[in-house]
């Protein structure tokens, strides 16, 4: 029989899973630094396409054209590396936990990056070239779009943010019911006040702008009712199960 852990044992565990994370970001950050510029320009095709002729981006600092593509790569590496980094994070956790638990836990954990992927490709996809079109068919007469280059990326980096955390719904619904925090039922009769709450959330977290607050709370809604569709059908199961085993007993 194996000795339990102890809590140095597991500071030590601990360690060696962020140790290994911020390996397999460094590791990514290598393959990718050599091609910064070249992800930069990808980047800032959605607002470059629909800039006026005859205008561009400008770096407004000495040093922004070297450090806002070093620092796009760098958050880039961190974002492919989510999957190492939730395996970690399982891989320390997952001991402690039931064998049903582990049934859940893992396919969320999956499907959480699957998810955050989602948001940021439905932000550079969908939600950037229409609210780029949108500002630069707005500007007063006589005014030159110019934009810096470190303020374009400050300001994508919060889209992508907002449209990666906004698009975790469904597993935060799936944890909160799981854990007995709330209920599908209960969810679906304030469905209401969280649809107004949706569009809160996409003001705050978006631009002040009609589109792009609408583009984050549409699929905010259409996500709660996903996540609410799967939680009532992990409860129907939970349930289900509950009654084969009493029948057992």
Not at 23 to 34: H, Q, R, S
Not at 57 to 63: D, F, G, L, N, S
Not at 185 to 190: I, Q, R
Not at 230 to 239: L, P, T
Request: aromatic share 14%; with cysteine; hydrophobic share 55%.
């Amino acid at each position: 029989m194996s000795q339990p852990l102890t809590l140095f044992d597991h500071l030590i565990e601990l360690r060696s899973r962020l140790l290994k994370s911020i390996l397999a970001v460094l590791i990514i950050f290598c393959g990718l630094v050599y091609f910064a510029q070249d992800i930069y320009q990808f980047i800032a095709k959605p607002l470059l396409d629909v800039l006026p002729e005859g205008t561009q981006m400008i770096a407004t600092e000495v040093a922004s054209p070297f450090f806002a593509p070093f620092k796009l790569t760098m958050i880039l590496s961190l974002f492919l590396a989510i999957p190492c980094i939730l395996f970690q994070i399982w891989a320390f956790i997952a001991p402690g936990l039931y064998q049903n638990e582990k049934r859940l836990i893992a396919p969320l954990m999956f499907g959480s990056s699957l998810l955050f992927y989602a948001g940021v490709a439905f932000a550079y996809f969908v939600v950037f070239p229409l609210a780029f079109a949108f500002f630069t068919s707005v500007a007063p007469e006589g005014v030159t779009i110019a934009t810096d280059i470190s303020s374009y990326l400050d300001f994508i980096l919060k889209i992508f943010f907002a449209f990666g955390l906004a698009f975790e719904i469904p597993i935060a619904i799936i944890l909160l019911c799981w854990t007995g925090v709330t209920t599908p039922e209960s969810l679906k009769a304030k469905r209401p006040y969280i649809i107004v709450g949706a569009f809160v959330i996409g003001m705050l977290l978006t631009p002040p702008d009609v589109i792009s607050q609408t583009l984050l709370a549409l699929p905010m809604l259409l996500l709660f009712e996903l996540g609410v569709v799967i939680a009532s059908m992990q409860n129907k199961k939970k349930k289900d199960n509950s009654k084969q085993e009493s029948i057992h007993d």
